[in-house]
């Protein structure tokens, strides 16, 4: 599985941005996938999941729970992370990933099989 995140950019305190990952393969619709994020000199954190199969279940970083919205279209093979009132605080590099097929959502990036190469958001005050 490859992994191709995209959308990200430069945009002001309380914009938005629509981040994509398009997948590789025939199995996008059976993996739980994820957006984690990492800023300058801190690790790298959770932020979104959403289920395999249509996305029934989907889970949030208490810090962006309100504002992002993780959702996929399988037809596509593509994962959305859309964010709206963007803080500063925000800003990072954005990975998505994917878990091995059939596996429910995890918040722990050890649990992701697969990564994007990242995509760097930075929200200006």
């Known amino acids: 599985v490859q992994l191709q995140a995209s959308g990200g950019g430069l945009v002001q305190a309380g914009g938005s941005l629509r981040l994509s990952c398009a997948a590789s393969g025939r199995t996008f619709g059976s993996r739980t996938m994820g957006w984690f994020r990492q800023a300058p000199g801190k690790e790298r954190e959770f932020v979104a999941a959403?289920?395999?199969?249509?996305?029934?279940?989907?889970f949030y970083a208490d810090s962006v729970k309100g504002r992002f919205t993780i959702s996929r279209d399988d037809a596509l093979s593509t994962a959305y992370l859309q964010m709206n009132s963007l803080k500063p605080e925000d800003t990072a590099v954005y990975y998505c990933?994917?878990?091995?097929?059939?596996?429910?959502?995890?918040?722990?990036?050890?649990?992701?099989?697969?990564w994007g190469q990242g995509t760097l958001v930075t929200v200006s005050s």
């Open positions: 959403i289920s395999w199969s249509g996305g029934g279940t989907t």
């Open positions: 990933a994917a878990r091995k097929p059939w596996v429910v959502i995890s918040t722990s990036e050890l649990e992701y099989s697969y």
